[in-house]
């Protein structure tokens, strides 16, 4: 039995799919552009709402309207000129796993009141598997269809909110569970009819002050470098016209603005040498003669060709000695950089298929240089989104991170706010500066307390400057790696089962009543 009476808040189908609709666009709203980040958990929690009184199909119907609500808008920067094919491509499916997560986060809803009856335990677990459910669907679309896709993970929307601090902590993952959780505990005292008001409206306060209230992580500056980090506003997108060297021209004269600066190294966005360097004796001059002239290394974004294969490539380009080490990029983009199952995928969309005239391989090279003592990990653009990479290039010593990326193919829409968003909280998670140079923008320097410390207009050629601190700082979140996401996801799992072999068993006894 359980103990006491829980509103059951049900909705109508119709109205609830009108609701999850609803919420995926408030969601949206939480994340750059617009950044409302108070926006994103009332998203999440009017999606809970919509599952109460659900079973599993439809919870799966509503998890995939909300997911399409949500989807469609937020990666909608990708038909600027790629068309709707892989728009509607890639929401379906991120919109199939919101569809399957949501509903099993149904069935608990569902059935968790009676795995655990008491008052206790439908406030202290049901939340908590709720949470691991949403998180382990995070983590599983970040790493898987070929590589994944680790954007619109609910973390990202609060990059500038007070919560932003406990990525330090938790990581990613762990800030996504905290923050689902908050709304799953809220749902959860909301139909709780036993609890007074104001015990209800105590816990919920209670437990949002104890996750303001944790301090920021510590970072210790460990030294400091001087750097400057060019932008030279070149258009180069997948469809730009230019001549060949035109965006190394860019680079190099945005440079030049700044070659009476004393600075520790110079680092340009990824493709800012659209003629690769170790192949092209002119641009192996033009680097050269920079790197001379300001008597430092230049760590330059370019594509290379070797032993007959292609990688997106980061150079440190130390003048007469060429590129001193080479960062391949690990996980080039599917379908953008690469076309898997070629054969498989052309028949569905021959013209676009074709537009990805060549696949970069896969790096192997470790992503960290070592710049005159200074040691940067390097990521190139989606990179910075892949949390495995950002924990190797900390463990294998990065003081600083450079984060090299080409936003030229999405205009002025919300992409390049969105990947800045995630630069922000990976400066924080890792205590590290996170240098985000572009080609056209959006480029900025972030401090490890997430704060901006210099940044560029788009779409116009300058360059950055600045003085920037280094760290060695090891934080909980990196201490811990995947083992804060594997053990929320583990709990959220666990307790799905529970409560599906709790409906099992109840389907049998009535079964048998008949």
């Known amino acids: 039995m359980i103990s006491g009476t829980l509103r059951r808040l049900a909705l109508p189908l119709p109205a609830a799919i009108l609701l999850v609709a609803v919420a995926g666009a408030i969601l949206d709203a939480g994340f750059p ?16 709402l919509a599952l109460l009184g659900r079973g ?106 007070p919560f932003n601090s406990l990525v330090a902590w938790v990581g990613m993952s762990g800030l996504s569970f905290l923050l689902v959780w908050l709304c799953a505990l809220a749902l959860q005292l909301v139909r709780e009819t036993p609890v007074r008001l104001t015990v209800r409206a105590g816990i919920a306060a209670a437990a949002i002050a104890v996750l303001l209230i944790i301090p920021a992580w510590p970072t210790v500056q460990t030294g400091q470098a001087r750097l400057a980090a060019v932008q030279g506003a ?21 440079t030049l603005a700044v070659i009476d600066e004393e600075v520790d190294f110079v ?9 690769d360097p170790l192949r092209s004796t002119d641009a192996a001059k033009n680097l050269d003669y920079l790197s ?59 013209e676009l298929i074709d537009l990805i005239a060549r696949d970069y391989s ?12 200074i040691m940067a990990g390097i990521a190139i653009c989606f990179d910075i989104a892949d949390d495995q990479l950002v924990q190797e290039m900390v463990d294998d010593g990065a003081e600083i991170i450079l984060a090299q990326t080409n936003n030229a193919d999405f205009g002025r829409t919300d ?72 053990l929320v996801a583990g709990l959220g799992l666990a307790g799905f089962v529970l409560c599906s072999l ?6 049998r006894n009535r079964a048998r009543s008949v």
């Open 267 to 275: 680092v340009w966005p990824e493709n800012a040498s659209d003629i």
């Open 415 to 486: 992409e390049s706010v969105q990947q800045l968003a995630i630069a922000r909280l990976r400066a924080i998670e890792a205590g590290r500066t996170v240098v985000n140079i572009s080609t056209v923008g959006t480029s900025a320097i972030i401090t490890p307390d997430g704060a901006t410390l210099d940044s560029l207009p788009t779409w116009l050629p300058g360059a950055m400057v600045q003085t920037v601190p280094l760290s060695s700082t090891v934080t909980p979140a990196m201490a811990a790696g995947r083992g804060i996401e594997w």
């Open 292 to 350: 001379r002239t300001m008597g430092v290394p230049i760590i330059a974004g370019t594509i290379t060709q070797r032993d007959n294969k292609f990688y997106n490539s980061s150079l440190l380009w130390q003048e007469g000695q060429g590129a001193v080490d080479i960062y391949d990029k690990v996980h080039p983009v599917p379908f953008a950089e690469y076309m898997p199952d070629r054969a498989f995928w052309r028949p569905f969309a021959p």
């Open 33 to 48: 552009d617009r950044s409302w980040w108070i926006l994103a958990p009332v998203g999440v929690f009017l999606m809970l």
């Open 362 to 373: 896969i790096g192997t090279r470790d992503n960290v240089f070592d710049i005159n003592g």
């Open 502 to 507: 709790n409906e099992l068993r109840a389907r």
């Open 56 to 161: 599993l199909w439809s919870g799966l119907l509503i998890g995939m309207v909300g997911g399409l609500s949500f989807w469609l808008i937020h990666i909608s920067w990708l038909t600027l000129y790629l068309g709707p094919v892989p728009w509607l491509a890639l929401a379906g499916l991120q919109s199939i796993f919101f569809g399957i997560s949501l509903a099993l986060i149904g069935v608990v809803l569902e059935a968790g009141p009676r795995v655990w009856p008491s008052t206790l335990g439908r406030v202290g677990v049901i939340p908590v598997v709720v949470a691991g459910l949403w998180t382990a669907r995070e983590a599983l679309s970040s790493v898987w269809p070929y590589g994944g896709f680790a954007w619109g993970r609910v973390a990202i929307s609060q990059s500038e909110s």
């Open 234 to 254: 070149s258009d180069a997108g997948l469809f730009a016209r230019y001549s060949p060297g035109q965006i190394l021209a860019d680079h190099t004269s945005a």
